[in-house]
């Protein structure tokens, strides 16, 4: 289990990078974190034949709230955000979901670019940026544009990145104090990638929800949302009945196969369980923050 | 007046090895580096089953840093590894070859190695190769006889058919008034160290000697093979056990690449390494444990076991291996467990898969058997509504029936429990866990969880023969060396033999110096497995050290002018009883024991050997409880208490005995819980990674409270222990399965697997029509 | 040692356990293959190569990460501290010897990874929960002990170390 051989980059500014991602395009590979690029070059289940490491990319490594929201360098280490104990209530489902990444060590290295653009569906960060509206800052050699996280998940690991292009940044809407929210996540040993999860964002006014988020890990090829389920909850009030409907509902819109860690029909059961208590959770939050 | 204290048998000191682990100076085989080392790597079978119709190998050669490749074609007069337990010679046609000779049987069968400058380069070549296979239909379903012979001169993959029996069957159930059934199958897992193997070879010249690093476990039998495959004379092989990283019963049998490491270093005369991956480990180390039981019990109405029936299929995987088919023989022999079984008849069929070959993994055969059987009678109580501790208190062999003939035998014994008090162990952890206060208490409570308590009983061979070896040699300093057949290959070996010999000799065991598992050291070994080490190189060593101590005193007595009766040793010193002042040195006995000093009239040295001989098994016993609580919304299964309670006769070090028993006990819920073997239909191994094949964390990892018995000591050995090893493990399955069963009331009886997941108990849960809508 | 085939290797500067090394090093070769054997600093582990069992774990510019899914050449200029740091000749680190006294290892063969992951985890914070211990463990394989005698050290290293 050793890489095959590659060529190795480590410039120090992004515009080397994209310059080189220009000259090599599909035959080089961006390395960030490593801690899902480096099992697969082990494995060689990954050969390319140029690598470009982003590590020396100082500018890369930030996060900063300003007036419209949080914006997180791609180079941010994922147990940066962790120890920041502000984010527990500027970015209360961001900080709950952090610590399910792996383990510490995995954090240590694993960054905020590569967990967004690395696209596992049975990742945290992608479901985190659907529940909140994320948008992602992409730059090529000649420029940059910004994508809805809604926009940004195509197929199974594929994204809207192209070949010369790198994630610079996410950013994060200003969290909306009275909104409710909830993270829960099923898995069978401590750490490892969900067999099912679910993150719900919920905004309640006048008893009424004006805006709902239903994220689901693990619950197709790409991170998805249970769009149906979610415009089912808009200006109604929430009760028993209505979550058991946009769960079970939830629960369907799931583009699952069965795999060696679960079948689809228990995937679809965990899916209508976690939906439904996510929701009464998030929606007694929004109760809490005065929303109700 | 001055007394001998031991610091021996009996005390929890610190291991002595620890020392340089914790340091990170241990020496396990991949810190090992010779000058001018190549390394390997093995081309494995991508294929379940197919004919290999044509190797190409002329580009790979080609490649950077490749120095040869070999197949089978090159393998000069190759012979089949054979079977090291109880070789049966209707086996030998489902012996595997070292390199697979015209057709692959499973997932990563050896086709080719590649010797390289480094293990990089070694694995840059596997590619380049170019093997033309042609498959064949796979069967990956131990209870599929006939599909597709694996094996060209067999009629069907069956490679074994026998039958264990005691009592008359027919008529038991003729008399039952009632009949509980239960098929329980037991999934597909293993030892899985977490070091992976690993070996480096090398031809000495000036010795005229191959030497060979990295074996363990059963080194002397396996420096036999290994000269018996390569046409050499014993004694030219040097085999040598580097501290090694887990064993388990997978690691130190004879694989292929035992043969084929030293087989290149021989044909290249240059040393090399071979270091298995983690991936090539959980595919081509031995698996174990999957087999299927079909049982009957024959019963009356108050809980009385009249007989059992048994169909057992063993899935084998694809070749027979250095244990043969040890492990459905100890199914069958140790079925009956610790209670009387007057009737009993147990059919076993070993049967040839397209998946890795099996074999032993700790508790071999009886983790798998008593996890069956427990769950059998657990359901038998639920049936005739009797309490599941009173099912079993009523049919457990009672102390005054020891010994205790069971009636099946296994490794060509028959199978007598030699002493034990098996209910005292059950009432005792019945009262630890606090069992008959606590089961109901939880039961029918609203939250979404619910608690069930299991209960399994055991009993555990150890202690295996034939022998064992130990020599005691103190040099002209005085230091004190132990040499020893047997390995360390984790378990503490080094403590538990110097605190043996330190009581004897009652000296500091850390003065004690203990070297193992190097074929030079002691002519003859059989090595560490079935929890034998302790109980056979322990009596070895302790009379060897009788001898020594013997002749110490002997000699002694000569210098000082005394009679043997008036010397003691303390601190180290040889001393008059009464005369303080009259003292020698070990060193200084060591000196006058040497020919130059020695009394005339006795013989020169201190240098002893004994080989403690028994060919009778020593039985361990116990009973385990598990307390597990599931959510019944996301079916999670969360242990949360273990008791175990086990009587081994005696400890030497207690503290690492219990560190045996919550090892075991742990891998017994992995197993139970998470581990698994999986193949798809092709026979692709889908579970062949750690992100895969679920080894249980702290997080994963409940209480354990451990009680140990010392009511039992062993009657067969002088230091009156039975193996500790496998204690730990042997009731976890059952008592967790029941576990399960007990906290999903009336859906309880489905439980009929391990390991059992969150989406089985969601199955046996919900009914079929809910599932689909 | 790993010869270069592909002639791109490269110079490469770093401190192991305080040690400045300059070596030349192909670029695909993994930390802990550097570190084990081009250095001979063979104390880290390699249990599975792909970033679960945690048995590779050394600390990097001060913080625990897996050596064996990290580039030798990603380390040039920064420094890496190895199980062999932690105690200086007979003396051993209260993590060690807390380890020690509660048979928290039996082959030895986590021991390293465990010992700096409690290291930080410790640093972090000095007073941990059961749980809390469980979970920061929980990225490290123990296959001997049952992992019942590593909590046990741990706690008994927390009272050491707060005892220092
Ligand atoms: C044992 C283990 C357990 C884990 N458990 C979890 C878990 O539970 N949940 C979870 O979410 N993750 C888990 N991970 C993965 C971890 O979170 C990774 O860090 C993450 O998925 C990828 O981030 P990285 O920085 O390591 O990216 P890398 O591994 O370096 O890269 C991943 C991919 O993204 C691309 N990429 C990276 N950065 C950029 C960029 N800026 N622009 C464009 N492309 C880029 C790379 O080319 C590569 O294809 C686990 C990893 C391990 C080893
Ligand atoms: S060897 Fe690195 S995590 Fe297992
Ligand atoms: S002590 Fe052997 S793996 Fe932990």
Redesign the interface.
Known sequence: MKPAPFDYYDPDSVEEVLDLLQQYGDDAKILAGGQSLGPLLNMRLSTPQIIVDLNRVADLEYYKSDGTGLRVGAMTRQSTLEDDTNLRTTQPILAASIPYIGHRSIRNRGTVGGSVAHADPAAEWPAIMLALDGTILIRNTTGTRTVDASDFYISALTTDLKPDEILVEIQLPNWVKTSGWSFIEFSRRHGDFAILGVATYLTIENRRCTKSRIAIIGGGPIPIRTSKAESMLIGETISDELLKDVSEQASKELDTDSDMHASADYRRYLASVLVSSALQEAAARAGESGGQ | MKTEHSKGIGESIKRLEDKRFLQGQGHYIDDLQLPDMLHAAVLRSPYAHATITNIDVNFALEQPGVVTILTFADLHSVKPIPIRLNPYGSLEPFLQYPLANNRVRYVGDPVALIIAHSRYQAEDVLENIVVQYDPLPVNIDAEDKVSCPLHHDAKDNVASNFVQQKGDVVAAFRKAEHITKLRFTSGRHSGVPLETRGLIANYDATQEKLKVWGPTKVTHFNRGVLAHMLDMEEHTIGMIEPDVGGGFGVRGEFYPEDYLIPYAALMLKRPVKWIEDRLENLMACNHSREQIYEMEMALKKDGTILGIKVLLSNDQGGYIRTHGIIVPELSAAIFPGPYHIPNYRCEVRSVLTNKTPAGTYRAPGRYECNTSRERLLDLAASELMIDPVKIRSMNLIQPEDMPYEVGTESLGEDIVYDSGDYPFALQEVVRLSKYEENRHINHNNLSNKKVGYGIACFVEKTGLGPFEGARIEIDQTGAITVSTGAANVGQGLETTLAQIASSVLTVSPDSIQVLHGDTDLIPYGVGSFASRATVMAGSAVYYAAQKIRKKLLKIAAHTLNCQVEQLIISDGDICVTDHQDKRLTLAQVAQQSSPRNCPPDIEPGLDFTHYFRCNQMTFAHGATIVKVEIDITTCAIVPKHVWIVYDIGKAINPQMVKGQIEGGAVQGLGGALLEEFKYDPSGQLTSGSFVDYLLPTATETPFLESKRLDRSPSTLNPIQVKGAGECGIAGMGGALANAVADALGDSGSNVNVLPITPEKVWQWLTPMQDKTN | ???D??N?S?LIKLTVNGVLYERKV?????LV?FI??EL????????????????C?VI?DG????S????A??ADSHSVQ???S??SGEQ?HPI?QA???N?G????????GF?L?VQ??LSRNPDPTDTE???????????????????AAVKQAAIYMRQE
Not at chain 3, 44 to 55: D, L, N, P, S
Not at chain 3, 63 to 66: E, K, L, M, T
Request: glycine share 10%; aromatic share 8%.
């Open positions: 040692m790993v010869q085939t592909t791109n490269r192909e670029p695909r070769v993994t293959d084990r054997g001979g600093i063979t104390g880290t582990h390699v249990g599975c190569e792909h970033g679960v069992c945690g048995a774990t990097f913080q625990p990460i897996r064996c899914i990290m580039l050449v990603q190895t199980v062999e932690m105690s051993l060690q380890f020690w006294e048979f290892l039996q082959c030895g063969f986590c021991t390293p010992l992951t930080d985890l211990i469980r979970e920061e463990l929980s990225g490290n394989i123990c296959r001997c002990t049952g992992y019942q005698s590593i909590i």
